[in-house]
């Protein structure tokens, strides 16, 4: 056990190799399902959703010939658990283009509770009517709290709630990979 006893060995379950290729196969999903870029709208949610949806925009880009508009999203004061955090750190909410009409696919590294994809709803309802929201996960790893579903998913992964899943990414993290951390308490 470690010597803070609050987190267990890690286990690998995505190589920056496996990363890549799930996102060049949720690019060509992304554009197939909405028949290329036109009235696309790429929208990460801040922290590893906006970097991922700026690799998934240089797939697109070398698929299509042509990119979707990238925006960027901060959900913390939209989360329902607010209150509970000490002062939560906002980020820019940054939309080039009028989100109204258009089709928009969230972007997040990963999917267990739902709880971060309704505050995306929600901050998204606060700057206009998209046409349809779209999500796209990197990992999901079930545990359901709400009806939340992704579109394009880059791997599902079964695990426990004593389990945390981290996606590290080069921009952030200086390596890129998925791994599953085993928490010395469950996770309430």
Do not use: W
């Not at 554009?31 to 036109?38: D, P, T, Y």
Request: charged fraction near 30%.
């Amino acid at each position: 056990m470690p010597a803070n006893g609050s987190e267990m060995p890690e286990r690998r379950i995505m190589d920056a190799q496996e990363i890549q290729r799930s996102l060049s196969r949720i690019a060509h999903e992304i554009l197939e399902r909405n028949r290329g870029v036109e009235d696309l709208v790429l929208v990460g949610i801040h922290t590893r959703g906006v970097i991922l949806s700026q690799l998934l925009e240089q797939n697109i880009l070398r698929f299509e010939g042509n990119c979707a508009p990238l925006a960027e999203l901060d959900i913390n004061l939209y989360r329902d658990d607010l209150q509970a955090r000490e002062s939560p750190r906002v980020r820019p909410t940054k939309f080039p283009v009028d989100i109204r009409g258009k089709n928009v696919v969230l972007v997040d590294d990963v999917l267990f509770t739902g709880r971060t994809i309704r505050a995306a709803l929600d901050a998204l309802s606060d700057l206009g009517r998209p046409r349809q929201v779209q999500l796209a996960i990197l990992v999901d790893r079930g545990h359901r709290e709400l009806p939340i579903r992704a579109d394009y998913v880059g791997k599902n992964v079964p695990t426990s709630l004593d389990e945390e899943v981290k996606v590290r990414l080069t921009e952030t993290d200086q390596t890129e990979d998925v791994i599953i951390v085993k928490l010395g308490r469950e996770i309430k």
